[in-house]
């Protein structure tokens, strides 16, 4: 599976953003996917993840009530939106598949997920 994100970019504190993460190779729709993010000088850390049907959401306790993810099987997308944007958001964010469909106490994992995309940089300006 080839991910690939885009989306990102420079934003005010309090915007929005929607990340998109295209897979091409194989249909996600029999994985588990999720967004992580890496700020400069810190460990790559979760931010998101969702089950293959959608029906099974998880979010980091930074970004509960602020950041949605959802995907669209038949594009083969998966997406993050992300409002009330705060610096401490900025990050480059990274799209990641899960051989695993369900939900799992170890879907928040950086070890958990099989493909990683590139990743999109955001940038939250105050």
């Known amino acids: 599976v080839q991910l690939v994100e885009s989306g990102g970019g420079l934003v005010q504190a309090g915007g929005s953003l929607r990340l998109s993460c295209a897979a091409s190779?194989?249909?996600?729709?029999?994985?588990?996917m999720g967004w992580f993010r890496q700020a400069p000088g810190k460990e790559r850390e979760f931010v998101a993840s969702?089950?293959?049907?959608?029906?099974?959401?998880d979010y980091a306790n930074s970004v509960k009530g602020r950041f949605t993810i959802s995907r669209d099987n038949a594009k083969n997308t998966v997406y993050l939106q992300m409002n009330s944007l705060k610096p401490e958001d900025t990050a480059v964010y990274y799209c990641?598949?899960?051989?695993?469909?369900?939900?799992?106490?170890?879907?928040?994992?950086?070890?958990?997920?099989?493909?990683w995309g590139q990743g999109t940089l955001v940038t939250v300006s105050s």
């Open positions: 969702i089950t293959w049907s959608g029906s099974s959401i």
């Open positions: 990641a598949a899960n051989r695993n469909p369900y939900r799992s106490s170890k879907s928040t994992m950086v070890s958990s997920y099989d493909y």
């Open positions: 190779g194989r249909t996600i729709n029999s994985y588990g």
